[in-house]
């Protein structure tokens, strides 16, 4: 791929990233949602999370799989505990974070 087309992909891909953001605040920035949508979408980060944390810990090689083994797997379990306790997505992906290291570091 050349210098060129690098460039123009580069630039292709954060337009749209732009517009996926700015659309919807542009659209809506001056109405006012219903209750029910506005509810809903406090919980969007967490549900987009929780899929990504699933498919992470459970799917090796396009298999679901559970492996007593895998690190991901015993980093998960005091992460979900904090996440109930704190109810803060920040403290919640820092735990998270840390407990990876600190399994790999003992494992290794």
């Known amino acids: 791929m050349g210098e060129v087309a690098i460039l123009f992909t580069i630039l292709g891909m954060s337009a749209v990233t732009l517009l996926i953001k700015v659309g919807p ?3 809506l920035g ?3 949602l219903p209750r029910l ?3 809903g979408l406090k919980h969007l980060p967490v549900a987009v999370l ?3 944390v699933v498919q992470l810990v459970m799917v090796k090689d396009g298999a ?3 492996s007593i083994d895998d690190v991901t797997v015993w980093a998960v379990l005091p992460t979900l505990v904090i996440a109930a306790l704190t109810r803060n997505l920040f ?3 820092a ?3 840390g407990f990876v290291v600190i399994v790999r570091l003992i494992a290794s």
């Open 91 to 93: 403290v919640t992906i």
């Open 64 to 66: 679901l799989t559970f």
């Open 50 to 52: 929780s899929g990504m």
């Open 95 to 97: 735990v998270g974070m």
């Open 37 to 39: 949508v506005e509810d």
């Open 30 to 32: 001056s109405r006012k």
């Open 25 to 27: 605040l542009a659209i």
